[in-house]
């Protein structure tokens, strides 16, 4: 993709990075800690941060091709340089946002599979079929591991996305306008 109504597209398609980057990252640190936040986002949020991979490369080829057509600075060659990395962050918000919304599925089948096999029972001791699990869902370590995955993905995240922003911003803006209001005519 190179323009979109005239303008290059990676300028407007930064704008998605920056905001639903630090998203997905907000709402996987939320779900892998708060059990009521994982029942309502851990599954939106797996399709968001998949989203976001798909949008990184989309958004760093776009600033590829601009680059190609802007003055080279050293400003703009460290942009292009921090831009790359967004990958390397969105990847493993995306890999945990789906290993939490896998887990909360395993986890109500497990339940499902525990209620279907106590309303079975007559009295006796009923055998219960489990399902394999492939996350222990019950499993306190596993939580912690998690939720401590998702607390450093989403620092590592919001972090890279701050780099990546301010190079960009220094590579468009710095010497590119005046400390001093310019005067203004009659009307304005």
Do not use: C
């Amino acid at each position: 993709m190179t323009t979109v109504n005239g303008l290059p597209a990676h300028v407007l398609l930064v704008h998605a990075i920056v905001v639903l980057l630090p998203l997905a990252a907000l709402l996987l640190v939320l779900s892998a800690l708060w059990p009521a936040a994982r029942a309502k986002l851990a599954g939106p949020n797996a399709i968001l941060a998949a989203l976001v991979v798909v949008l990184v490369p989309i958004t760093t080829d776009a600033g590829e091709w601009l680059e190609r057509r802007v003055t080279s600075t050293p400003a703009v060659r460290a942009h292009t340089e921090l831009g790359d990395t967004a990958l390397w962050v969105a990847i493993p918000v995306a890999v945990l946002a789906l290993l939490v919304w896998w887990r909360r599925r395993e986890s109500l089948a497990s339940q499902a599979a525990d209620t279907s096999s106590t309303a079975s029972g007559t009295g006796s001791t009923a055998v219960a079929t489990r399902r394999r699990t492939f996350l222990a869902p019950a499993s306190t370590a596993v939580t912690v591991a998690l939720s401590v995955l998702a607390v450093v993905a989403a620092g590592a995240a919001f972090y890279d996305v701050y780099r990546i922003g301010d190079s960009g911003a220094q590579a468009s803006w710095q010497g590119q306008f005046s400390a001093t209001p310019t005067p203004r005519g009659p009307g304005h």
